[in-house]
C-alpha cells in the first residue's frame, strides 16, 4: 500500500518535470494544433452553410467574374445583399480563396478559420508582452484554443472573428509602442484596425472606445506629433468607410437592429401612462420612454454577464450556439472567479489588469445597443478577456488542482463536441439551413422539365442559397435580381430567378416541382418533394 501512495505522488511530479522540460514553442505548437483539429475537422459540411455564409461567398464569386457584385454594383465597400449592407472586407478577403478553391464551403471559410489561429498565436504574445509570463501566456492560448465560443464562430465565414483577429492585432502592436516608444509601431497599430472596421459593423463601436479608454490612460506616452499623424492617417484610411456607409444604406441597417427598432419600452411608457386618470408633466418624466429605453439597454448590457448566457443556455439564436451549453465551460465559471480573485489581489501586471477589465466593459456595448441582446456573435470580443481570467484563474493552482481541472475539461470538451457535431445539425436543422446543399442539385436537374419550380421560403434567404449552390452566371442574376420592400428589421429578399419561385402559393398550377420544408427532428429530411 505504502508503494502504491507513493507511486500515486510520484506521478503529478513526474507530469510536472515533463512538462516544465518541454520548450514554450512547442508547448504553443501543440495548442495551435489542437486549435486546427477543433476548428477545421469537417468544415465543410458543418455547420450547413447559412445565408450570410453564401452571400459573401457569392458576392466574391461575382466580384471575380464580372467585377461587379450581385447587384450590378462596382467593387462597393458595402454590399447591398439583402439591403442589410453588410460591409466588405471579408468579401474581398475570400477572393483569392473562391479563385484557386472554386465556390464551395470551404473557400468561404477558410479565411475565418486563418485569422481564427491567427488570433491565438497574437493573444499568446500579448499577454506575454504585459506580464512576461509564458505560462499565463500558453494558459490564455490554450483557454481561447478550446473555447465553444471561438470554436463556434471560427467554423463558418464569421466577419466577427475575423474582425476579432484584427482588435487583437491592433492592441498587440499599439502595446509594442508603448513598451518600446518606437514609432515604427506607432504607425503600424492603426492598419489593422481601420481593417476591422471595413469588416464587422460591432468593430466601429468597440474599438473607438477601447482606444480611447487607452488614449486617455497612455495620453502622456501619445501626446506628441507622431500620434497625430498616425491618427490622421487613420482618418484618411476611414473616408471611404463613412462615405459609403452614410450612402448606401447604413443607417438604415442601425435603425433596423438598433435598440429602437424594440418597440417595448414605447408600449410599456404608454402603457403606464395611462394608468394615470389624467397623467401630467411629472408623470411625463416619470415614465418617460427615453427612460425606459436607457433602462432597458441596461439589462440587455448586463445580460451579457448573466450566468445563463454564459454558462447554462447561451444565445436564444440557435445559429449562435450549441445545445444544453453556454457559450463557455461550466467548468470554467470558478476558474473565472479565482481569476477575478487574482485580478483584484494584484497577481499580474497593472497593464494587463486595465486591459482585461477595459475588454469586459467595452465588449457588449455593440450588442446591447440592439433588440437581440444578449447576441454571442456581437459580444465575441468578450471571449477574450474571459479567456485571459480563466487562465488566470488556473495559473495560481497547485499542480493537483490544474490535474483536476484538467479532467474536468476534457469532459466538458467532449460534451461540447457531442452537441456541437452530433446534436446540433439535427436540433438545429432548421437554423442551420440544412440540406440546401443536397437539394439544388436536384433541382436543377429538374428546372428545364417544369414550368415552375416552388422552393419553400421557411429558411432564411433560400435565393442565395440556391445563387451559391448553383453557381449561378453572376451576370444573369445581376440582370434579373429584383429585391422586395424591406421588413420592419430592414432586410429584403428575392422571390424569383428564372422559373424557379421562393415561396409556395395556396393553389399550385400544374407541372410544377415543389420542395417544401420538412421537420429534420421528426422526419430526418430538411425538405419534402413533389411534382403537380
Known sequence: MTKSFAKGIKQPILLKLALSFMPTKIKLILIILLAVALRFWNINSLPSLNPDEAALGYNAYSLLLTGKDEHGQAWPIHFKSFGDYKPGGYVYMAMPFIKVLGLTQI?????????????????????????????????????????????????????????????????????KFINSKLNNYLFLFPIPLVIALYTYHSARLIIPTIFLILFIKYYKILLNRNTLISLLFSGILCIPLLFSFLNNGGTTRLAGVGLSADRGPLSRSEELLNQHPNFNYYDRIIHNRRVLYVLSWGQKYLSHFNLNFLFLNGDDVPRSKSPEMGQLYLIELPLIILGIYFLLANQHTSELSFLIVALLLVSPLASSLTFQAPSALRSLPLVIPLSILVALGIWKLKLVWKLFFGTCYLYSILYFLSSYFIHAPQKYAFAWNRGFSDIIPIIEKNKDKYQNIYITDKYDQPYILYLFFSKYDPLKIQKQIKLTDPDKFGFSTVVQIDNIFFGIPSIIPLNSFVVEASDFEKTGQSFTIYTK
Do not use: C, D, Q
Open 107 to 175: 473557400a468561404v471559410r477558410l479565411p475565418n478559420l486563418i485569422f481564427s489561429i491567427l488570433t491565438i498565436i497574437v493573444l499568446y504574445k500579448l499577454v506575454f508582452l504585459l506580464s512576461k509570463s509564458n505560462a499565463l501566456s500558453l494558459y490564455s492560448a490554450m483557454a481561447l484554443s478550446i473555447s465553444p465560443w471561438s470554436i463556434h464562430f471560427s467554423r463558418g465565414a464569421w466577419e466577427s472573428n475575423t474582425a476579432l483577429f484584427f482588435l487583437i492585432l491592433g492592441l498587440y502592436l499599439f502595446y
